[in-house]
């Protein structure tokens, strides 16, 4: 390569010495500068999204904090549900053969040759009037036609 090199006169070297230069630049522009300064910018977004994101946290906790502070309001105080369930099964003339509290804060409840209709009614007034969260039911045929019996797992809402 020297001896080729040699082999070209002085105008000839200089382009050639030059040119290898300017590729060299280019070639660490393209492929190491270029995707240093990509990468820059992507951090530097995301840095703004994770920004954003906090303050939108520190907005939910104080939020929180406050709600805490004044007693949350009416739909987050806690309710004796063992009493709630008790009253409106009696009002609706449902069959409770158990009611089991657990340590999640929910109530178990198993009826026993329960009218399917009345049950439904029940679980619509548990969810949609009383506001709270029927988050499991597990309903099998009784002896007569139209009448079942069923566990269902009931819990405060949030």
């Given at each position: 390569m020297r001896e080729w090199f040699a082999t070209l006169n002085q105008r000839e070297q200089l382009s050639l010495v030059v040119m290898m230069v300017a590729v060299g630049l280019w070639v660490l522009y393209m492929f190491i500068w270029s995707p240093l300064e990509q990468r820059r910018e992507n951090l530097a977004?995301?840095?703004?999204?994770?920004?954003?994101?906090?303050?939108?946290?520190?907005?939910?906790?104080?939020?929180?904090?406050?709600?805490?502070?004044?007693?949350?309001?009416?739909?987050?105080?806690?309710r004796n549900l063992t009493s709630l369930i008790s009253q409106s099964t009696r009002a609706l003339d449902l069959p409770v053969s158990r009611l089991q509290p657990n340590s999640r804060g929910e109530i178990q409840v198993r009826l026993e040759n329960a009218a399917f209709d009345d049950m439904l009614g029940w679980l619509h007034q548990m969810e949609y009037a009383e506001g709270l969260l029927v988050r499991e039911v597990s309903i099998t045929q009784s002896g007569a036609v139209g009448r079942v019996n069923a566990t269902v797992r009931i819990g405060q809402a949030g």
């Open positions: 977004l995301q840095n703004v999204a994770v920004s954003e994101s906090l303050n939108r946290v520190d907005a939910m906790v104080s939020e929180l904090m406050a709600l805490r502070a004044s007693g949350g309001g009416n739909q987050n105080q806690r």
